[in-house]
């Protein structure tokens, strides 16, 4: 589509950008655009709004009517970026891996605080995708260690550039598993892991149709789909978790909404866990289930 508006400077991209993905429907329009044309320029925002009269190159304004058709089209503003935020880390994100979800950091922050006043941990991330959980804990434990699995060898890739990027990768080891599969023979009575954290799949295929667009076009369906109603991840976890365990430490996984009642039940159906607590994430749905085990 042509644009309407005098596309040549940095004003005029921002005008015509906003109303387009305005019209496409696109969440957070304005702040979307000037993403965009920082992501083009390399100017941060401050300085965006200092230049709003500068020229646009012919080749800045092709790509920023593809990127601003490309978002318009559902593609995810992070995977035109290349990179998100998340917890106190930046880490690269491209369609091989799951974006990281604000509520995700509740898991960090459980994590964080069970450690509190401890020296040291081995922790195991089950799913990490992008590395974002393994790679915060990390950053901010220094006397980790951290074992990070994923089924997808194209995630873990930008795992590890990601731990490269945030200089913790002498700390966190990399392995393409299926859950704890590849641990079999590792870890022993001597061993075990002092938490255990996961956000697995856990969207119930039936649900695909109801999924924003974003999520269901673009994102891998290997780290969203999971069968049982979405808890076959929740189930296999808990199943196997005790035996990787130490007496007394933590696990803690993500659910969707309406999911806690069902895994706390699976918690202390399995007799090996205690002290169950849920959390909640900032739109007050029940997020995180925590638990000791026994
Ligand atoms: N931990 C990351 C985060 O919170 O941003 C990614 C979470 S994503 C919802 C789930 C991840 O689990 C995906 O990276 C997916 O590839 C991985 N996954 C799916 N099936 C798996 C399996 N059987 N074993 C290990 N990882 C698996
Ligand atoms: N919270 C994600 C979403 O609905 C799903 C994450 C997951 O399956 N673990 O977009």
Redesign the pocket.
Known sequence: MLPMVNLTDLRGALVWGEDFLKKAGVEAPELTTQLLLCHLTKFNRTELFLHLEEALSEIHRTEFERLVQKRASGFPLQYILGECDFYNVTLKVAPEV?IP?P?TEILVEEVLTFFKGKEEGFVLDLGTGSGAIAIALAKNLPGARIIATDISVEALKVARENALRNGIDDRVLFCASDLFESLKNEVDTENRFDAIVS?????APSEKRN?PKE?RDF?PSE??F?EEEGLFFHRRIIGSAPTYLKAGVLLAL?V?LGQAKKVTGLLESASCFQEVRIREDLTRVKRVICSLRT
Do not use: G, Q, S
């Not at 956000?199 to 969207?203: D, E, S, T």
């Open positions: 799951f979800r509520e956000n697995p799949p856990y969207i999924l999520v994102e780290a969203l999971a993500e969707a």
